[in-house]
């Protein structure tokens, strides 16, 4: 099985910041990563797919990057609604997940 | 408009059964794979079992033998049944419509339901 590992765990920030979360997959998944944005005793939501492709209705402050086993996600500019926990998924397989907490 | 909604979640003994339930609707349901997703409080997620549009079914060893996925077309529901549960089995319980568009290793779930909770517990 092929594991995702995002770092870092537990992420600090302010309103206004870039902000970068890291998935790594033990072996290479070529283009074939989501990342999803989860709040507190929601859903998950589809952000990105493909690696970079943006979800319809997504805001474009969202961007993916990455291909084979590194990827990331961006978030160019913070909001107050982005304070949430990120997950990345490559087929069956998520990460451990990146909680984004107000500094 | 897409949703997905479960039922079907509740207080059960080690040991016991339980079927959950999620009502498609916004979507042609039959022309979908579904998926079962569940998240232990304060955890992570953790794929659970996954039904194609020709009614194959797959599990993670975790739960093979124990859970069954299935589906009905005609109703727009998709089901889990599942037995013989553990403590370890208590977590909020999500269906998710997946999407293959370049093939098998693509998948994403693109729509959630909000989530069922089933605890298991004496």
């Known amino acids: 099985d092929i594991q995702m590992t995002q770092s870092p765990s537990t992420l600090s920030a302010s309103v206004g910041d870039r902000v970068t979360i890291t998935c790594r997959a033990s072996q290479s998944i070529s283009s074939w990563l989501a990342w999803y944005q989860q709040k507190p005793g929601k859903a998950p939501k589809l952000l990105i797919y493909k690696a970079s492709s943006l979800e319809s209705g997504v805001p474009s402050r969202f961007s993916g990057s990455g291909s084979g086993t590194e990827f990331t996600l961006t978030i160019s500019s913070l909001q107050p609604d982005d304070f949430a926990t990120y997950y990345c998924q490559q087929s069956l397989g998520f990460g451990q997940g990146t909680k984004v907490e107000i500094k | 408009e897409v949703q997905l909604v479960e039922s079907g979640g509740g207080l059960v003994q080690p040991g016991g059964s339980l079927r959950l339930s999620c009502a498609a609707s916004?979507?042609?349901?039959?022309?979908?794979?579904m998926h079962w997703v569940r998240q232990a409080t304060g955890k992570g997620l953790e794929w659970v079992s996954a039904i194609g549009t020709a009614g194959d079914t797959y599990y993670p060893g975790s739960v093979k033998g124990r859970f069954t996925i299935s589906r009905e077309n005609a109703k727009n529901s998709l089901y889990l049944q599942m037995n013989s549960l553990r403590a370890g089995d208590t977590a909020v319980y999500y269906c998710?419509?997946?999407?293959?568009?370049?093939?098998?290793?693509?998948?994403?779930?693109?729509?959630w339901g909000q989530g069922t909770l089933v605890t298991v517990s004496s």
């Open positions: 998710a419509r997946g999407r293959t568009p370049y093939g098998s290793g693509s998948l994403y779930f693109d729509y």
């Open positions: 916004g979507f042609t349901f039959s022309s979908y794979d």
